[in-house]
Each structure stands twice: as C-alpha cells, then as structure tokens.
C-alpha cells in the first residue's frame, strides 16, 4: 500500500484527495498543483481551509479565499522555529487568522501565537 493509501485509512468514510507535492522552485510543478487544487476546491467547495504551511497549502489557501471566499487559517509550521516561512509571510495577505507554533515569533500585527501542536 502506498502512503497515501495509509493516509486514506485516517479518514476512512470522508472524501480523501492526494495533491502532487512541489517546492517554489518547481514552476511547471506549480502550475500542476494550481489546476489540481482548482478542481478540488470547486468539487468540495469548503467553507474553511486550514493548513500549516509548505507550498501546496499557501497555493490552497489563497484560491480558496479568493475563488470560494472561504474563511482561512494559516499554522505556520513548527519547524519554523526561527522565523516564518517563506510561504507562511506570503500567506499573511489570505488567512484570516495567521499563526505561529513559536511564542518568540508573535509579534503586533501578526503572526499570533495560540499554542504549539506539540
């Protein structure tokens, strides 16, 4: 079985979708995730969109807040730990709430600090 077919095993009995993985320096790759999510946001239609960073959730969170006006939240991801991400400072204009797991990196005007995952 493949890793996302483990994956799908979390959430037997809900819809499942599997995104190709790509960095920012993969344009070609890009433009396949841009018509990939597409597709997926209009199919599902989602009234939230959640992610906590990396390329593929910066790209869904900004189609879905401007095709779907969906309410958005940005975790910048843990790993962080030293500064935001480059996808999570691009992020800042789309998520109506922006996030950091790292108290130090809250600052006035955003990211704020709620709480780590761990």
Request: proline content about 3%; glycine content about 10%; some cysteine.
């Amino acid at each position: 079985m493949g890793v996302s077919g483990l994956y799908a095993e979390d959430v037997q009995g809900h819809r499942f979708h599997v995104i190709r993985d790509v960095t920012r320096w993969d344009k070609v790759g890009l433009i396949g995730l841009v018509v990939q999510l597409v597709w997926i946001l209009l199919k599902e239609r989602p009234a939230v969109v959640i992610t906590t960073g990396s390329a593929p959730g910066f790209f869904t969170l900004a189609i879905a807040k401007v095709m779907l006006r969906a309410r958005t939240i940005w975790i910048d991801s843990i790993a962080n730990c030293e500064q935001m991400s480059a996808s999570g400072m691009r992020a800042r204009r789309f998520a109506d709430v922006w996030l950091t797991q790292w108290p130090h990196l809250a600052v006035a005007g955003g990211p704020a600090y709620f709480g780590a995952v761990l």
